[in-house]
């Protein structure tokens, strides 16, 4: 049985904390920012907890 890989594009995205949480970077911060408020794009910085939703898929693609 081959082994088993981790999906190397979805580990450049996010991070798991040493808590076992996914961290990963705000979304809607990369174009169209003239429209945006300075106010928005300060908030939009920094890194966030993945939606609940989220996160069964993003663990079995790094393979946890």
């Not at 981790?6 to 809607?28: C, L």
């Amino acid at each position: 049985m081959p082994k088993m890989k981790p999906h190397t594009g979805m580990a450049k995205r996010v991070k798991v904390t040493g808590g076992g949480k996914i961290v990963a970077e705000q979304a809607g911060k990369r174009h169209l920012l003239e429209s945006k408020s300075s106010k928005r794009t300060r908030r939009l910085t920094g890194v966030v907890e993945v939606a609940k939703a989220d996160v069964k898929r993003i663990k079995k693609l790094l393979g946890r």
